[in-house]
């Protein structure tokens, strides 16, 4: 009988995160080999652990967990990511962190049931999309607005492509800092977009398309 697969769960707030533990443990499916509440130390812990899943929160105290969920499947692509959401996403959100090697997005709405379904699923190697958003994922990936940036909010976004920090951008186009962080709001609002993170990814992925 093979041995059950390695959980390492980074949630914020000890008491839901011990709750979440104590529930799947009771299954049996799973050989939990570290927790953490924060992202950097998350980074530290994996490596050493063995880890083949990862549950981690979307927003924590240091990192989001986005950005620590990348940076994981950069140190193992083996590993399994469900990303956990406080409520439901938009679908090119979605897209966006399934783009990104997460294997699962589930929402801190849904039942502990649900939670285990996922996480039996892409400790499977499958993708686990709640029914209600799965759907449109189907549909062919649309173009995000690019055309509809002004050429200074594009201008601001090749920079950002480049992973330039908001000083630097001030710097070489000769704006203050307020006015780059004005500019990456609107860079965020008119391309649907909601972190810093998800923008950087959309602009990684898409470099070659916009010619970044």
Same mark, same amino acid.
């Given at each position: ?73 950069l140190q193992d692509p083996r590993l399994s990511v469900l ?14 962190? %399934? ?88 860079? %965020? ?24």
């Open positions: 009988m093979s041995s059950p697969p390695r959980l390492f769960v980074t949630i914020a707030a000890p008491l839901y995160r011990e709750a979440l533990l104590q529930y799947l443990l009771q299954q049996d499916d799973w050989d939990l080999c570290g927790e953490c509440s924060q992202g950097l130390p998350t980074l530290d812990a994996l490596p050493g652990c063995q880890a083949s899943l990862l549950l981690i929160e979307e927003s924590l105290p240091d990192q989001d967990g986005l950005s620590i969920a990348e940076e994981a499947l990303l956990l959401v406080d409520q439901y996403i938009p679908e090119r959100r979605l897209r966006l962190y %399934l783009q990104a090697g997460i294997r699962s997005v589930i929402s801190k709405t849904q039942s502990l049931q649900a939670l285990q379904r996922a996480l039996l699923c892409i400790s499977q190697g499958q993708l686990y999309v709640d029914p209600a958003v799965c759907a449109p994922l189907r549909d062919a990936v649309q173009t995000l607005p690019w055309q509809s940036l002004s050429q200074r909010e594009q201008q601001v976004a090749r920079f950002l492509a480049q992973r330039l920090e908001a000083k630097q951008i001030a710097e070489r186009m000769g704006l203050s800092y307020k006015t780059v962080h004005s500019y990456k709001d609107r860079i %965020l609002q008119k391309l649907g977009l909601e972190r810093p993170s998800e923008l950087l990814l959309i602009l990684q992925r898409q470099k070659q398309e916009w010619d970044l």
